[in-house]
C-alpha cells in the first residue's frame, strides 16, 4: 500500500482532554449560547470569538462548536428539506464527496464526531486544500455505495474540489470501486462543489451549511451511517441545545 494511504483520520492529540468531562459540559453551554447569539442577529464570526472567549476555548474547540451550532430558523429549514433515504428510491443524487468522505473515515478511525444541533453529523477536521488518503478511505466508499444500493438511486455523482491534493486520486478511486460493484456512479472534479450542488437539481448529500441554507432537497446520510453502522463511535450530541432552558 501507498506510503499516503498508511495514515488514519482518527483523534487527535489532545481531544480526549479536550472533549470530556468538565470541557464537555463547558462546551454544551458555549453550543447554546452561540445558538441564542445567532438567533439574535449576530453574526457567527463574531459569535466565535465572543463566546470563545468567554468560555476560553482552544482554536480546536471553536472549530467543535461552531460546526455544533446554527440558528432555530436555519434548523427548521434543514429539516423541512430532508427527505427520508426510502424517498431516493429512482432519484438522482449528487454527493459532496470530501464532506461525507472524511466523516466516515473519521468514524472508522475512531476520531471525534459531533451530532450538532440541525441533525448533522460533522467532524472537525480541516483539510485547508491538503487531502491525503488514509487506511479507511476505500472501506468508507464502499461502505456508503453498499448503503446507497439498498435504496435504489437513479445515479450518483460523486463531486471533489479540484483545488484540494489529491482528488483526482480520490475520484479515480470512486470510479474504480462503482466500476467492480456496478454501480451507476460517476466523480468529477469540480472548481466550486458548493454552487453546483445548489443549482443541480438534485438530491444532495452534504452536511455544509452553505449547501443546505439554500433551502435544497437532501439527505442526511452521515446521521444515517452513524446509528446503523458505528454504535460505538466518538459522538457528541449536540442535538438538543436549542431546547436548552
Given at each position: ?12 492529540l489532545n481531544d480526549q482532554a479536550l472533549f470530556s468531562g468538565e470541557q464537555l459540559h463547558r462546551l454544551h453551554d458555549a453550543v447554546y449560547e452561540f445558538c441564542w447569539l445567532l438567533d439574535r442577529g449576530y453574526a457567527r464570526h463574531s459569535v466565535i470569538r465572543l ?195
Amino acid at each position: 500500500m501507498n506510503i499516503h494511504e498508511q495514515r488514519h483520520r482518527g483523534m487527535h492529540l489532545n481531544d480526549q482532554a479536550l472533549f470530556s468531562g468538565e470541557q464537555l459540559h463547558r462546551l454544551h453551554d458555549a453550543v447554546y449560547e452561540f445558538c441564542w447569539l445567532l438567533d439574535r442577529g449576530y453574526a457567527r464570526h463574531s459569535v466565535i470569538r465572543l463566546v470563545g472567549d468567554h468560555h476560553q476555548l482552544t482554536k480546536r474547540q471553536r472549530l467543535a462548536i461552531s460546526r455544533a451550532a446554527c440558528s432555530s430558523s436555519n434548523r427548521e429549514l434543514r429539516k423541512a428539506t430532508c427527505l427520508r433515504m426510502e424517498q431516493t428510491k429512482d432519484r438522482q443524487l449528487v454527493i459532496d464527496g470530501f464532506n461525507l468522505v472524511i466523516s466516515v473515515e473519521t468514524a472508522m478511525a475512531g476520531g471525534l464526531l459531533l451530532r450538532c444541533c440541525d441533525g448533522c453529523i460533522r467532524d472537525i477536521a480541516s483539510i485547508h486544500g491538503t487531502y491525503r488518503l488514509v487506511h479507511e478511505t476505500r472501506q468508507a466508499i464502499e461502505l456508503i455505495g453498499n448503503v446507497l444500493q439498498d435504496f435504489s438511486p437513479a445515479s450518483v455523482l460523486w463531486l471533489f474540489d479540484k483545488p484540494v491534493s489529491n482528488s483526482g486520486r480520490l475520484a479515480e478511486m470512486v470510479r474504480d470501486i462503482a466500476k467492480v460493484h456496478c454501480w451507476n456512479w460517476q466523480a468529477e472534479l469540480i472548481g466550486n462543489p458548493d454552487q453546483v450542488i445548489r443549482n443541480s437539481g438534485k438530491v444532495a448529500i452534504t452536511s455544509d451549511s452553505a449547501i443546505l441554507d439554500g433551502g435544497v432537497q437532501w439527505l442526511n446520510l452521515g446521521a444515517y451511517l452513524i446509528t446503523h453502522h458505528f454504535h460505538e463511535s466518538w459522538l457528541l450530541d449536540f442535538s438538543d441545545a436549542l431546547n436548552k432552558t
